[in-house]
């Protein structure tokens, strides 16, 4: 029996949480030096995974599935492609720095604060592998509940608005996703008369073109909110600013990608033709949020609340590059996915450290830090640029395979999008010119330290990502590919389906190479 | 050889790597010797590639060397690959020549500034984007250095960061800079949408398959291409950031805002002259864009008073001749000319710069006079340099700009007016330069008595570059001389296989007659030397001889000054149509839309709900006569219903 790695990676914080659990409140140092132990070795669990990953593999890799209740016929099934590949690694790397970021800023409460985060991280982690809807279901409401806590214990001022508008948002959709989710359980059972939330056998159920509208709606409406697409963003800017500064980093870096996954993972594979008959709408909602969030970030006055809204701008090319459907868009959008947990992980992160100091965010209280603190305005430099897309940093490679998808699909968005891109130039140099440079107006920022070892360190892994994928993309590229292929082989059914030709498509089977039958005649070798 | 080719671009890169994790760790002299030495070794290697491509066979002129591949997606293949052919081998060499001189001046220049290692880091990162701008074999990579050194200029405008003009500066040129590159993508979005290939040999030699020649998605693709290089390049109208940018430092305006970074725009032209060719009618928006910048530009350089900004007008002007020449199809002219006035221009930002040394970091024209005396290595040389540019023959200026005219007017591609446009800016150009002249070094010493009390000459790490600077600024354009003159044209010929694909310079109906073109040719040329000199004449007799008569004309046409002067206002106009609006429109979408709209239908049916709860709570009181009530009034209501229902 093959060893069951993604279980471990899953659930390994537990253990954390466990050894915790034994430690008195008041040893502050022995609970953090445990949940720092834990997370770093769950994230050597996932570099592992990442180097066991067949690149070249077709379908589901590390795949597990054992019956769990069995009367209503619930499995444990995981299993993982490069999209969640990439996607766990970024979850393990985000938990450690942001365990690492807390070290001094977390002083109430230490110990509950610490088993969040890990139970944080077995929630995340456990959605990016679950194959069972059921089973996905759990891990994403099992997220929940520490995020809840995170930001209404640990937060702001307003923590309690925040963490209870961030709930309810989430809520209102994932009750939609359950009635959907239920739907899907009872068709099949009619369809195929077994009961079952596995993921793969529901989509190989036809699912008629009416119900299959609702159904996604329900599905897209609980992963837009999460996204969040405009208009459903409201949340996101007040959950940001009141969140620690290690809440807004997993907010933005992971959970917000929760959305996006559950759009490729579950919406266009299972619903291709209503993926179709929604794509103009969700395309356009895309582009509004990319320049509405761009335009509303520039005027911001708070750091934390700029940054919020510039996530909705490039979730929003997150989405409007899926939403292309073709393997440049979507390839980009996944990147595009990692890109935003780190580029606007390290600004938050960033933000953070000079809150530390400050204990303000507002843009007009700074100024003039370039010279008090040379090391941090190089960072927050480099971390700007990849925001804002630059050529050789994470962020190009994503937008411009996005936008590149898009224009091949439509024109017009695509030049709509792009505007997005001079736009992020804007908001972000204008930000950053307020804090950084120009004469030290304020006489409490004369004395700032500049940054500290352990601050280094964490930005130090991001800024080689940051570098990694912009000059280098071809590692995570290639295992995002296959994973693409196969989601797009749904749609180009559906498609030919539309199209009335007469082409046998088999269903895709994890493993084989097969033969696609396009309608133009050709023949086109998926892998 | 060739397998070094990677290597140019990458020695300043490993400079910049090393000064900057170094940074103040290292002595200074140590960061001037890694910034310098690493931008002289790639001169040198350039030097060494430019010769063994010169002993090919001009059709094997074409290497390119594949280092890995860098986005792979689907379809999309695009490589960090470089190419070296005649027209890049050209551009390495001035890079990396004037590159290095500039640096070398820059261990004098920068000598006192606290910010010494930053400077340095900065200024190799820029060589390396440069480098890298014109290796590169496909148009991605060509963007990264598009982009890098467009970071590098925003960078170093801003250099001197605690200024806030400074700072604005910089913001407002990456800003413009970012317009522009919107056309630049949307451009190469288009060729790959159509071509399926970013390679530029693909891309060139499979166009024509692809295109209809004059057809309106090549015209788009033209056009779109080149907004991204009117924001680079500084035309109109996105020409608004590049005066500004004279907030760095000087020896950054001579090499990133003259001699480089702003031809990347017209290099790109040359880059791509097979797809333009194709597209007649962006081939005239080029023209005309650049006649009229040229002219415009011209027109605001002859009233400024500061040094800097004449000099920076007077290259969004020179720009305006490359671009009228790509735009004539004459796309080896343009590349001649970027070359020359890349010496000139820089030895005449670097002379600035010794004049801004020597003044105490005064600019203002109006405050010099007389520094010929005190400055006998920067004089001459600066004079050289503005010879040059005026076009005086002889020097490489003269060369380069006289074929630009010729061309426009001689072209298929040209039109008389565009030859008027050129010519009357020759004459503008020669007056405005002199009047720098004149009013810098000339007449009376108009400074106070503490800055009369410093003047001196700059140190020889800043005099050898200016020297070296004039000397290829006479003999710069010698490569390139006319027909007329009896002997080859080397440098076109040197173009010819990059040009040749798209059937290069068309020469115009005009000359297929035959026999009048020579003399059409020597009539033009002795007309615009005429007029040159004419120009050369006002200047002397209204800024050195009467400068009585300078300010009466002045006050004659003070409307015009006022104009000139304040350049036409473009900067207000925009303000006032496009920033403004965009920033207030922000507002209220955020406080409006955002707040109130949105937020305010999801608080909203938080509220309802609340509200509508607090009622249903009035019923569960707990009193269990209200129950009774209340069942007592529901039973009768049924009944009511069921017997009259």
Known sequence: MVFDWLTLVIFFPLVGVLIMLFIPSKNHDTLKGVSLIIAFITMLISFGIYYMFDTLGNGMQFEINETWIVSLGINYHLGIDGISLLLIVLTTILTVLCILSSWNSVTVNVKGYYISMLFLSTGMIGVFCALDLFLFYVFWEVMLIPMYFIIGVWGGPRKIYAAIKFVLFTMFGSLLMLVALLYLYFEYARFSGEYTFDLFKIMDMPIAYQPQLLIFGAFALAFAIKVPLFPFHTWLPDAHVQAPTAGSVILAGVLLKMGTYGFVRICLPLFPEATLAYLPYISILAVIAIIYGALVSMVQKDVKSLVAFSSVSHMGFVMLGMFALNMEGLEGSVIQMINHGISTGALFLIVGMIYERRHTRLIEDFGGIARVMPTFSAFFMIVVLSSIGLPFTNGFVGEFLILLGTFKTNVTLAVLATSGVVLAACYMLWMYQRVIFGKVTNPENENLKDLTPREKLILVPLVLLIFWIGIYPKPFLERIEPAVKQILVHIDNARLADNGSETIIEKTVAGETETVDVAFGEKEEIK | ?645
């Open chain 2, 1 to 645: 050889m060739f397998d070094y080719i990677f290597l140019v671009p990458l020695i300043p890169l490993a400079g910049f790597i090393f000064n900057g994790l170094m940074i103040g760790r290292v002595p200074r002299p140590l960061i001037s010797f890694i910034g310098c030495l690493t931008v002289g070794l790639s001169f040198l290697l350039s030097v060494l590639l430019f010769f063994n491509l010169k002993n090919l066979p001009p059709e094997a002129r074409f290497i390119e060397q594949v280092l890995f591949s860098w986005i792979p997606a689907g379809s999309f293949q695009v490589d960090i690959a470089f190419l070296l052919d005649p027209l890049s081998a050209v551009m390495i060499l001035v890079v990396s020549g004037v590159g290095f001189l500039i640096h070398v001046y820059s261990v004098g220049y920068m000598h006192h500034d606290p910010g010494y290692g930053r400077y340095f880091c900065f200024l190799n990162l820029f060589t390396f984007s440069m480098l890298t701008l014109v290796l590169a074999n496909n148009f991605l990579l060509m963007f990264v250095g598009w982009e890098g050194v467009g970071l590098c200029s925003y960078l170093l405008i801003g250099f001197w960061f605690e200024k806030k003009s400074a700072s604005d500066a910089g913001k407002k040129a990456f800003i413009v800079n970012r317009i522009g590159d919107f056309g630049f993508l949307l451009g190469m979005f288009l060729i790959f949408w159509q071509v399926g290939s970013l390679h530029f040999a693909t891309v060139m030699k499979t166009a024509p398959t692809v295109f209809v020649a004059g057809g309106g998605l090549i015209t788009a693709a033209c056009i779109l291409l080149f907004v991204g290089a009117t924001g680079k390049s500084a035309q109109i109208p996105l020409y608004v950031w590049l005066p500004d940018a004279m907030e760095g430092p000087t020896p950054v305006s001579a090499l990133i805002h003259a001699a480089t970074m702003v031809t990347a725009g017209v290099y790109m032209i040359a880059r791509t002259n097979a797809l333009y060719v194709m597209a007649p009618d962006a081939l005239l928006v080029v023209a005309i864009v650049g006649a009229v910048t040229a002219f415009f530009a011209a027109t605001i350089g002859l009233a400024q008073n500061d040094i800097k900004r004449v000099l920076a007008y007077s290259t969004v002007s020179q720009l305006g001749y490359m671009f009228l020449a790509c735009g004539v199809a004459a796309f080896s002219a343009g590349i001649f000319h970027l070359m020359t006035h890349a010496f000139f221009k820089a030895l005449l930002f670097l002379g600035a710069g010794s004049v801004i040394h020597a003044m105490s970091a005064e600019q203002d024209m109006r405050k010099m006079g007389g520094l010929k005396k005190y400055l006998p290595i920067t004089y001459p040389t600066m004079l050289i340099a503005t010879l040059a540019i005026a076009g005086i023959p002889g020097l490489s200026g003269f060369f380069s700009k006289d074929e630009i005219l010729w061309k426009s007017f001689s072209s298929m591609n040209g039109h008389l007016v565009l030859w008027v446009i050129g010519f009357v800016t020759a004459g503008l150009t020669a007056f405005y330069m002199f009047r720098l002249i004149y009013l810098t070094f000339h007449g009376k010493e108009r400074m106070d008595e503490k800055t009369r009390h410093h003047l001196h000459e700059s140190p020889r790490t800043m005099t050898v570059p200016l020297i070296f600077l004039a000397i290829f600024s006479v003999i710069g354009g010698w490569v390139g001389m006319p027909h007329i003159f009896g002997v080859a044209n080397y440098f076109e010929h040197w173009l010819e296989p990059v040009m040749a694909h798209g059937g290069g310079e068309v020469e115009g109906p005009m000359l297929a007659a035959g026999g009048g073109d020579t003399g059409t040719e020597v009539l033009l040329m002795v007309v615009s030397v005429v007029l040159v000199l004419v120009a050369i004449f006002a200047a002397r007799y209204y800024y050195l001889k009467n400068t009585q008569a300078a300010t009466s004309l002045r006050e004659k046409l003070s409307g015009v000054h006022k104009l000139l002067l304040n350049k036409y206002y473009v900067d207000e106009i925009y303000g006032a149509v496009i920033v403004r609006p965009v920033v207030y429109g922000s507002i209220f979408l955020w406080k409006v839309v955002d707040v109130v709209i949105i937020d305010g239908f999801a608080n909203g049916m938080a509220t309802i709900i609340r509200d509508i709860s607090e009622l249903l709570k009035n019923i569960q009181t707990g009193q269990v006569r209200r129950y009774a009530t209340l069942f007592v009034v529901g039973v009768l209501i049924l009944i009511a219903y069921f017997t009259f229902g």
